[in-house]
């Protein structure tokens, strides 16, 4: 929770920031059966519930909760296809695998 | 066709800054700023060798949450800004990302005589058809009989077709895409950005809270749909039946050609002042 303040020579401050708000991430975890291996996260904190990665998903394997916000319905229909990943309007989804194979989520 | 994962576009972005970034839900400013950055971090460019400018507009605020040199200038000016850039330091790559409004109606001027001057600079229009950032007035690309705030009416002037306009101008690479067709505009700004002179795509994109509300185009998923629905490659509409083409936007790289470029111009004229200087 620590707070950055720039100030210019005058001592006027022209920046501010609370770090609290940077990158956090809050993840949806999805507990996942059988062979799957590889859930999708879902940056609550980022997304506006637009709708569109659950309209585009080819494998239907997301919907959306009463309030809009989208989750995996049926996490072992992913096909780790990426397009929710790449049509999401601010970075709030993935739908990738890592390079392993495995699953893939905030550092 | 390099696959970018989620966590490289987030390495892209500039952690001090407020995130979600301002951009209303669903438009396509996210979509198409995700875009640039897998087209950039697939070619495994060193960043400080890329410079990002812009004008003012909500799709112009993109320089403002990537990590590269940028420069968020003046309403129509972007362009301007990016000359004077590859001006003065002719390896860097320029990126100039534009609205509708800022690059065609107050930034006209800027837009046609690069192109006629063939400068090496990557034009990225994003057009959703209207002024965004400042409440939703008519621009010149916004098409017949959509209502904006200043025609309640519906507009009745006459439209830009982007790239005819930059081809006529002479512009070297011309295409068009749409915030939907992500993987096709990657190639394209891959291309683009490795063509050696001035290069434009005109972005078909969706503002869904002014301008979908305002024409009733429905939500952020339905105005992705209509960029799928009613958009053709341009390889393909040979094959098409003419009925089949009514009302679409064609899509595609419409011209890639090589002429001189400005930049390597000018130091030619120097070196030859420089050597009949010495005699
Ligand atoms: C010289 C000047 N004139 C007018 C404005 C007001 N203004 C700010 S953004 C804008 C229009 C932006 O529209 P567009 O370029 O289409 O971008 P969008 O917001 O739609 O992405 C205008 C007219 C300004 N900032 N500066
Ligand atoms: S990666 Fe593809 S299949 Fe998996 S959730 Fe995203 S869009 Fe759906
Ligand atoms: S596309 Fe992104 S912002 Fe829109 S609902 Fe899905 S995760 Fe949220
Ligand atoms: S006003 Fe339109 S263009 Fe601007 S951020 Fe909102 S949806 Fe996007």
């Given at each position: 929770m620590?707070?950055?303040?720039?100030?210019?020579?005058?001592?006027?401050?022209?920046?501010?920031?609370?770090?609290?708000?940077?990158?956090?991430?809050?993840v949806?975890?999805?507990?996942?059966?059988g062979?799957f291996?590889?859930?999708?996260?879902?940056?609550?904190?980022?997304?506006?519930?637009?709708?569109?990665?659950?309209?585009?998903?080819?494998?239907?394997?997301?919907?959306?909760?009463?309030?809009?916000?989208?989750?995996?319905?049926?996490?072992?229909?992913?096909?780790?296809?990426?397009?929710?990943?790449?049509?999401?309007?601010?970075?709030?989804?993935?739908g990738?695998?890592?390079?392993?194979?495995?699953?893939?989520?905030?550092? | 066709?390099?696959?970018?994962?989620?966590?490289?576009?987030?390495?892209?972005?500039?952690?001090?800054?407020?995130?979600?970034?301002?951009?209303?839900?669903?438009?396509?400013?996210?979509?198409?700023?995700?875009?640039?950055?897998?087209?950039?971090?697939?070619?495994?460019l060193?960043?400080?060798?890329?410079?990002?400018?812009?004008?003012?507009?909500?799709?112009?605020?993109?320089?403002?949450?990537?990590?590269?040199?940028?420069?968020?200038?003046?309403?129509?000016?972007?362009?301007?800004?990016?000359?004077?850039?590859?001006?003065?330091k002719?390896?860097?790559?320029?990126i100039?990302?534009?609205?509708?409004?800022?690059?065609?109606?107050?930034?006209?001027?800027?837009l046609?005589?690069?192109?006629?001057?063939?400068?090496?600079?990557?034009?990225?229009?994003?057009?959703?058809?209207?002024?965004?950032?400042?409440?939703?007035?008519?621009?010149?690309?916004?098409?017949?009989?959509?209502?904006?705030?200043?025609?309640?009416y519906?507009?009745?002037?006459?439209?830009?077709?982007?790239?005819?306009?930059?081809?006529?101008?002479?512009?070297?690479?011309?295409?068009?895409?749409?915030?939907?067709?992500?993987?096709?505009?990657?190639?394209?700004?891959?291309?683009?950005?490795?063509?050696?002179?001035?290069?434009?795509?005109?972005?078909?994109?969706?503002?869904?809270?002014?301008?979908?509300r305002?024409?009733?185009?429905?939500?952020?998923?339905?105005?992705?749909?209509?960029?799928?629905?009613?958009?053709?490659?341009?390889?393909?509409?040979?094959?098409?039946?003419?009925?089949?083409?009514?009302?679409?936007?064609?899509?595609?790289?419409?011209?890639?050609?090589?002429?001189?470029?400005?930049?390597?111009?000018?130091?030619?004229?120097?070196?030859?002042?420089?050597?009949?200087?010495?005699?």
């Amino acid at each position: 929770m620590s707070q950055k303040v720039e100030k210019d020579r005058t001592g006027t401050i022209i920046r501010e920031e609370d770090s609290s708000e940077k990158m956090t991430v809050e993840v949806n975890e999805v507990k996942t059966t059988g062979d799957f291996d590889a859930p999708v996260y879902i940056y609550y904190n980022w997304c506006k519930k637009c709708g569109i990665c659950v309209a585009f998903c080819p494998t239907k394997c997301l919907a959306r909760k009463a309030d809009g916000s989208p989750y995996v319905k049926y996490p072992e229909k992913c096909i780790h296809c990426e397009t929710c990943d790449r049509l999401c309007p601010d970075f709030a989804i993935t739908g990738a695998k890592d390079k392993k194979g495995g699953a893939y989520g905030p550092k | 066709m390099g696959k970018v994962s989620q966590r490289v576009v987030h390495d892209f972005l500039r952690h001090d800054k407020k995130f979600p970034h301002v951009w209303c839900s669903g438009c396509s400013n996210g979509t198409i700023l995700g875009t640039i950055i897998r087209a950039i971090a697939e070619q495994n460019l060193d960043r400080n060798n890329i410079t990002m400018v812009s004008g003012i507009g909500c799709s112009s605020r993109m320089p403002v949450y990537i990590d590269l040199n940028t420069l968020h200038s003046l309403h129509g000016r972007a362009i301007a800004f990016a000359t004077g850039i590859k001006t003065f330091k002719p390896d860097m790559k320029v990126i100039v990302v534009t609205g509708d409004g800022d690059s065609t109606a107050i930034g006209g001027n800027h837009l046609i005589h690069a192109a006629r001057r063939n400068i090496d600079m990557t034009v990225i229009v994003v057009n959703n058809n209207i002024y965004g950032m400042t409440g939703g007035q008519y621009s010149p690309t916004t098409p017949d009989d959509a209502k904006a705030t200043t025609s309640p009416y519906g507009n009745f002037d006459r439209q830009f077709d982007i790239c005819d306009l930059v081809i006529g101008a002479g512009a070297t690479y011309v295409a068009r895409s749409s915030a939907f067709h992500t993987m096709e505009l990657q190639k394209m700004i891959v291309d683009a950005m490795n063509h050696k002179g001035f290069s434009i795509i005109d972005v078909i994109s969706a503002c869904p809270v002014i301008y979908g509300r305002m024409n009733k185009k429905g939500g952020p998923p339905e105005m992705m749909q209509a960029m799928r629905d009613n958009t053709v490659l341009n390889t393909a509409t040979a094959k098409l039946p003419p009925e089949k083409l009514e009302g679409k936007t064609i899509r595609g790289v419409f011209k890639n050609v090589q002429c001189p470029e400005y930049c390597e111009q000018y130091a030619k004229v120097v070196e030859k002042i420089k050597e009949t200087s010495d005699e």
